[in-house]
């Protein structure tokens, strides 16, 4: 029996489709105008109705409500398992998979509802135990599953059944992980747990642990080989790579890693470990995580698309690149110089451009220029911390063995060419990084809204800090064992006193061992504040002014780093070092910001926000570094104020100006902030002097698009209070805009 303390999900009254009752009324203009516009994503993919889109997504924005306010035990598991909500889109994605979001769906093994949740002949489920036993949730089976007429009950089962179905998705996921001590990249945890998902998390396990794969591409190479040398005749392993092929019933084309000639039998199993696997079960959670994965990420086809594909399917043997696509996995290699030969011809195939076929050109000038091209799209746009190091302008440019790279589309790489070809806008080309513009007009206030005046005032406030040096016992984080240097010398170089002007404060978006493979791997911070509000130091921007050993005194060094961007759409030098592009940043026309900026992590999930502890450790850690660079509080900044974004895929220089191409909108974190509780004015106040005057747009309409659907990373903990001085901003610069068009009609003399 349930729990009748447990609180059920309440749902806006919403009538799902209901079976029986003739043809439904078409949709008013205003419903239409209303209609999700992620929904036309999935409009190729058969049974898949909007009603039903819209259902779905009713239900999971409501499981997701309830999980953004979790009890205790819940909150507890969380933060100890690393496990972070994602969108409602990821979600929704697997709902589709499952059921064809059908609310009512029962399947042959007694699996019901929108994300179908088991169930045996007594209408028991272990799903619900799981979750009862880790989360302290209990639902019963009436709960998650309705099948009658009544709208309002059906919604909220749907809801229950969502709700569920993300607890129990995360258990075999992150929970596990952790759990088992199970090293799985985070670019393939979702593979990773769609498989553990289908095949059963325990099941799962033994099969990573005795396998030993790589990453989860080699996982799956590694079954195919036990079932190959099992059942030679009923698989076959290509030598080659494996292309893309269709699945109709979903609209998609996946990863098969090898193929099946015959099927198997019930019997045919083979023994890893000490437990034995079915060839079906293995076969089916192979499909179900590729289908998933391509559900997230590839394009759904056309009937006549997947039609055309299916005709060859059988004999698919290497990868195909179908226009249009984002981009599409290619083979690991170690050489950038290998990779790019080996795609030329598939290049000039398959996307049939002509900058590859001009007759004038060398071999090595062309694989040059896609050299460019692939290590440009993973680094900037992929934003792959693999890739950061590397320059095409190396003779050899190599990546780590084993490195996933992607390929972009045929618009990308036309974007580039031309733009290689006519010398514009391209990367890795000499100039300034810093703009011509330094301040506000004059008349431009600094702080947007009521008590603008006010807050300008607390902005110029110098931050005070009285007490122990340094504050905090700087506690030195370990990566695989070894005890970080945080006076490791960087490719920036460092930085003078002098030149630190501010404080950028960041988030994790993400806790535990895949925060720390990236933050401590690279070093690209100074400061990261732990879930706990510990402080951790690494990279050195402090110097003891007590050390009195003139070596250690030496090796004390103000370290630069490039964790927050800098204004380089083309190349340029940082000192000595030749910069080699990446993410962006610009703040009030200074394009050094990143190199002239003490940098501050803070612990956090997906999508998350600062909790108490935190919040008072880094009001302290603020006034601390402020104190000693001379710094006003308006000089503390979120990540999400200085990032910048560059749309090339989508922009077009002939009808848009540079403004359309770069802005704000790359980053969203911190979420939420609370800047009173750091001792600061409101500073997502602050005008956006970039954008005021022209120098970047604001891009204020894509993400508010982002945030009303939940995508592009801004669909938790997100709103308008992030936004305010970006869209005053905004208004300053339309009204400057009308201005001068209007002046300019004034001007033009008028013809009879």
């Not at 999935?42 to 779905?56: C, D, G, H, I, S």
């Not at 028991?124 to 019963?140: A, F, H, M, T």
């Not at 950038?336 to 590859?356: R, S, T």
């Not at 500073?683 to 956006?688: E, H, P």
Request: glycine share 8%; charged share 30%.
């Amino acid at each position: 029996m349930p729990n009748p303390e447990t609180p059920r999900i309440e749902l806006a009254k919403y009538t799902p489709p209901q079976p029986d009752r003739g043809a439904t009324k078409a949709a008013s203009r205003a419903e239409r105008k209303e209609a999700q516009p992620a929904a036309d994503k999935y409009e190729n993919v058969p049974e898949l109705t909007k009603e039903r889109l819209k259902f779905a997504r009713v239900a999971i924005d409501a499981a997701l409500e309830k999980l953004k306010k979790p009890d205790k035990k819940m909150e507890g598991v969380f933060k100890k398992y690393g496990i972070s909500l994602n969108t409602r889109e990821y979600y929704l994605a697997i709902g589709i998979k499952e059921s064809k979001l059908n609310p009512t769906a029962v399947s042959g093994g007694n699996a019901k509802g929108l994300f179908q949740i088991l169930f045996d002949d007594a209408n028991e489920s272990n799903v619900l135990d799981d979750v009862k036993r880790i989360y302290g949730v209990e639902l019963s089976h009436d709960d998650v599953f309705y099948d009658g007429n009544d709208a309002t009950k059906q919604a909220t089962a749907a809801a229950n059944n969502a709700y569920v179905y993300i607890l129990y998705w995360h258990l075999c996921g992150d929970y596990y992980r952790q759990k088992q001590g199970m090293d799985i990249k985070k670019i393939d945890r979702g593979k990773a747990t769609a498989f553990a998902y289908n095949m059963g998390p325990s099941a799962f396990a033994t099969l990573w642990k005795e396998l030993k794969p790589k990453n989860f591409g080699d996982f799956i190479l590694k079954i195919g080989q036990k079932l190959e040398k099992e059942f030679p005749e009923k698989i076959d392993m290509p030598k080659g790579k494996t292309g893309l092929i269709p699945d109709p019933s979903y609209a998609v084309e996946y990863w098969p890693g090898f193929y099946l000639k015959e099927k198997f039998a019930p019997e045919d199993s083979i023994k890893v470990g000490k437990r034995s696997f079915t060839g079906r079960k293995i076969m089916e959670s192979k499909k179900y995580s590729e289908v998933i994965y391509s559900l997230w990420y590839r394009p759904t086809l056309s009937p006549a698309e997947l039609a055309k594909l299916n005709a060859k399917a059988p004999k698919t043997k290497e990868i195909e690149y179908i226009q249009g696509r984002d981009y599409e996995v290619i083979a690991p290699n170690r050489w950038m110089w290998g990779i790019a030969i080996a795609l030329l011809k598939k290049v000039q195939a398959e996307y049939k451009i002509p900058y590859f076929d001009d007759a004038d050109s060398t071999i090595s000038t062309k694989t040059k220029a896609l050299i460019t091209i692939l290590i440009d799209y993973n680094k900037d746009v992929r934003e792959d911390p693999a890739f950061e190091d590397i320059d095409p302008e190396d003779k050899d440019p190599n990546i780590a063995l084993n490195t996933k790279v992607y390929f972009p589309s045929k618009r990308f790489i036309n974007q580039r060419l031309k733009a290689m070809m006519s010398n514009a806008n391209m990367p890795h080309e000499a100039e300034a990084i810093t703009s011509k513009v330094e301040t506000l007009p004059a008349g431009v206030p600094k702080y947007s809204g009521t008590k603008a005046d006010q807050l300008e005032k607390e902005g110029k406030e110098i931050l005070k800090y009285k007490g122990k040096q340094p504050p905090f016992n700087l506690k030195i984080p370990k990566y695989k064992g070894v005890e970080l240097d945080p006076n490791q010398p960087s490719a920036f170089g460092t930085m003078k006193a002098e030149d630190v002007k501010y404080i950028v404060i960041h988030s994790t978006e993400g806790t535990g061992g895949g925060m720390e493979s990236v933050l401590y791997k690279t070093q690209n911070i100074h400061y990261i504040v732990r879930l706990d509000g510990t402080v951790e130091l690494v990279r050195t921007e402090w110097l003891d002014p007590n050390e009195k050993d003139p070596k250690k005194k030496k090796a004390q060094r103000r370290v630069a780093l490039h964790h927050a961007g800098i204004w380089s759409h083309k190349r340029r030098k940082v000192g000595k070092t030749k910069y080699k592009g990446g993410a962006m940043a610009l703040w009030n026309g200074d394009g050094d910001v990143s190199l002239k900026t003490v940098g501050i992590e803070v612990e956090t999930t997906t999508g998350g926000t600062y909790n108490e502890a935190q919040y008072k450790t880094m009001k302290t850690l603020i006034a601390w570094i402020g104190s000693r660079y001379n710094m006003p509080k308006s000089n503390v900044l979120a990540h999400s104020q200085i990032a910048v974004e560059d749309l090339l895929q989508w922009w077009d220089p002939k009808k848009q100006s540079k403004r359309e191409r770069w802005g704000r909108g790359r980053k969203q974190d911190p979420r939420k902030l609370n800047w009173s509780k750091l001792g600061l004015p409101d500073n997502y106040r602050l005008v956006d002097p970039d954008v005021a005057i022209g120098e970047i747009g604001s891009h204020l309409k894509g993400i508010r698009v982002a945030i009303a659907s939940g995508t592009g990373g801004w669909g938790l903990n997100t709103d308008e209070t992030m936004l305010t001085g970006l869209d005053a901003a905004d208004k300053i610069w339309a009204a400057k805009e009308k201005a001068a068009k209007e002046a300019a009609k004034r001007k033009t003399p008028r013809t009879n």
